[in-house]
């Protein structure tokens, strides 16, 4: 059974949708979320999934106000607990005032009087000031809206009102953000870099390695938590790889802050890596490993997400399940209905769905770039086989069985 991260809180900001639909950033919410799933995920990082250690701001509900607000919640949970970890994640726009020298992180309800609507830097500072926490890490991706747009659609970088122009925090501002005990400071990108998003446009690779961060990617075999210098190790080496191969451009993290290395989550529910290190678990592409909520419905419909055991299976008649996973609301077949799978097993053999695809043995596709490690396994045959994410236009090939 695994442990929980009792005393961990996160406040995770993706403004996504804008008062004014050309500012709008659709996948800071996939961010959001996907960075939620592997808190949340009793099998990861373990935080109790409720709304009293995780709030979840994007969209319409990513204002000014509500953002302050979500910095006076914490402040009040962890008022009576200093030794409690707080996260705090914003993705969105960062722009700066050149002719005031004044840093905004661009809410929804940013209008065109950009000083009274936007969430100052000095404002930002002072809230975050008032948390008394000894373990608080606030990670900002942004200065991203003209690299996504590249990435997507190729267009021109946004028409900023006069004055403004994107940007990360200066690392003056950064050192002010990441002053007292135990605070740390992580940007996605430094200087006039961009963030970018991955060819798959599921998230901006920052967040992506971040979630690898989070599942152990820079922990050793042994450990039951993920510290804050074992987030960074990663973030520093794979952003910039990744940065570069997907887009042939340069981003670099920053990081700021003198801290020890406190721990952000538990590493997989507590058990830690196996022997064999995070190579043995991790899933590409990241969809929150051995943890996958995935959608079924109908009759005798089959969910699986990725590996199917401990999968979430949703809504649907008759769903198949696979070891440790959990289902919700469908008929299910068991061991009365099928010969070779029982709640808690493998579901081995199964109706199949008519005209859809059959169950096959599992098959191994990988990228014929040796330097790449994207990898996909193939379930049953109605698959299409996908590309690979991190060289685009390039067909996964299988692992022939000798």
């Given at each position: 059974m695994s442990d929980t991260f009792t005393l961990g809180y996160a406040l995770l900001?993706?403004?996504?949708?804008?008062?004014?639909?050309?500012?709008?950033?659709?996948?800071?919410?996939k961010d959001v979320q996907?960075?939620?799933k592997i808190l949340i995920d009793p099998n990861l990082c373990?935080?109790?999934?409720?709304?009293?250690?995780?709030r979840l701001l994007h969209d319409a509900g990513a204002t000014r106000t509500a953002i302050l607000d979500g910095l006076a919640w914490l402040k009040k949970q962890v008022a009576a607990h200093p030794e409690s970890t707080v996260v705090i994640y914003y993705s969105g726009h960062g722009w700066l005032d050149q002719s005031t020298d004044c840093y905004y992180l661009i809410p929804h309800d940013i209008d065109f009087d950009i000083s009274a609507s936007a969430l100052?830097?000095?404002?930002?500072?002072?809230?975050?000031?008032?948390?008394?926490s000894q373990r608080l890490l606030v990670i900002i991706d942004c200065c991203h809206a003209q690299g996504m747009a590249a990435a997507k659609t190729g267009e021109a970088d946004l028409k900023l009102p006069p004055g403004f122009v994107p940007a990360v925090p200066?690392?003056?501002?950064?050192?002010?953000?990441?002053?007292?005990?135990?605070?740390?400071?992580?940007?996605?990108?430094?200087?006039?870099?961009?963030?970018?998003?991955?060819?798959?446009?599921?998230?901006?690779?920052?967040?992506?390695?971040?979630?690898?961060?989070?599942?152990?990617?820079?922990?050793?075999?042994?450990e039951t938590k993920v510290g804050v210098a074992d987030i960074m190790k990663h973030l520093d080496k794979a952003v910039p790889k990744s940065?570069?191969?997907?887009?042939?451009?340069?981003?670099?993290?920053?990081?700021?802050?003198?801290?020890?290395?406190?721990?952000?989550?538990?590493?997989?529910?507590?058990?830690?890596?196996?022997?064999?290190?995070?190579?043995?678990?991790?899933?590409?592409?990241?969809?929150?490993a051995g943890n996958n909520i995935v959608h079924a419905e109908g009759q005798r419909s089959v969910a699986i997400g990725g590996r199917a055991d401990n999968s979430t299976i949703l809504p649907g008649d008759r769903n198949?399940?696979?070891?440790?996973?959990?289902?919700?609301?469908?008929?299910?077949?068991n061991s009365e209905k099928s010969k070779d799978s029982e709640m808690g097993g493998n579901a081995k053999s199964f109706e199949p769905l008519p005209g859809q695809a059959q169950p096959i043995a599992s098959t191994k596709?990988?990228?014929?770039?040796?330097?790449?490690?994207?990898?996909?396994?193939?379930?049953?045959?109605?698959?299409?086989?996908?590309?690979?994410?991190?060289?685009?236009?390039?067909?996964?090939?299988?692992?022939?069985?000798?």
């Open positions: 900001i993706g403004v996504g949708e804008s008062a004014h639909q050309k500012y709008s950033l659709p996948v800071t919410v996907a960075l939620r373990a935080y109790p999934n409720d709304d009293q250690h995780i100052s830097a000095v404002d930002f500072t002072n809230a975050l000031s008032e948390i008394q200066a690392k003056g501002r950064l050192d002010e953000l990441a002053k007292g005990k135990g605070r740390a400071v992580f940007t996605s990108c430094g200087g006039s870099q961009k963030s970018w998003i991955r060819k798959d446009d599921s998230m901006s690779i920052y967040t992506y390695h971040l979630i690898e961060a989070l599942e152990g990617a820079a922990n050793l075999p042994g940065a570069s191969q997907e887009h042939s451009a340069i981003q670099q993290p920053w990081f700021r802050g003198e801290t020890t290395n406190f721990p952000i989550a538990l590493l997989r529910g507590g058990k830690g890596l196996p022997a064999e290190g995070w190579e043995a678990v991790k899933q590409l592409p990241i969809n929150v198949v399940v696979g070891s440790g996973n959990i289902v919700q609301q469908g008929r299910n077949i596709y990988v990228c014929p770039h040796t330097d790449c490690d994207m990898y996909w396994i193939r379930r049953s045959v109605g698959q299409t086989i996908p590309k690979c994410s991190i060289h685009r236009d390039v067909e996964l090939i299988p692992v022939l069985k000798s």
